[in-house]
């Protein structure tokens, strides 16, 4: 059993958090985000520290108790801190750049991909083969590495591809010849 939903969150100086018709507003010094929780939760704030209650112990209120306590946490991380992906390219000629708000990705292909950065996200290239996603959206920084990975998944045989920085890649032998 989860005990997740019970852990209190410490809202540090400078965080507002709000809660109208179940939806928590949480503002920091780096943006503002929302987030739409059930309304059967309740959120009460004393003395700078948060605790999200359930009003039974039901199998899916349980769940939904755990996801919300770490969907607000996440938040408040995400306005105070912001979160971050790093990528690295491995292969010969397969590179990065940074052109204004697109990254262009050279993997091998006809034609270099040009990707727009979405809403929300930064995307940095401080060496050509590697890139950082940041954002103050846990999940939308995570979607979008993941997104930018797709294109050339990591290969066991030789390595070649877009991993995240600490991933650990299983090499395969290839084969032998006589």
């Known amino acids: 059993m989860s005990r997740i939903g019970l852990k209190p969150i410490t809202v540090p100086q400078g965080v507002e958090i709000k809660v109208n018709d179940g939806v928590v507003t949480v503002k920091g010094p780096k943006g503002e985000l929302k987030e739409n929780i059930c309304k059967d ?29 770490s969907l607000i946490h996440n938040m408040v991380t995400g306005v105070t801190e912001g979160f971050s992906k790093e990528l690295t390219i491995i292969g ?27 809403e929300g996200i930064t995307v ?6 590697k890139i950082v996603v940041k954002g103050l959206d846990k999940q939308k920084v995570g979607q979008y590495a993941a997104y930018i990975r797709t294109f050339r998944m990591p290969e066991p045989y030789k390595g070649k591809g877009i991993r995240y920085t600490d991933e650990y890649v299983r090499r395969k032998v290839g084969k032998t010849g006589k």
Do not use: M
């Open 41 to 69: 939760l309740t959120i009460k704030i004393e003395d700078g520290i948060l605790h999200v209650e359930r009003p039974n112990d039901e199998k899916k209120i349980k769940a939904l108790h755990g996801l919300t306590r």
């Open 92 to 118: 010969t000629g397969y590179r990065a750049q940074k052109n204004g708000n697109k990254l262009a990705l050279t993997l091998g292909f006809s034609h270099p991909l040009e990707l727009e950065d979405p």
């Open 124 to 129: 940095e290239v401080p060496e050509q083969d």
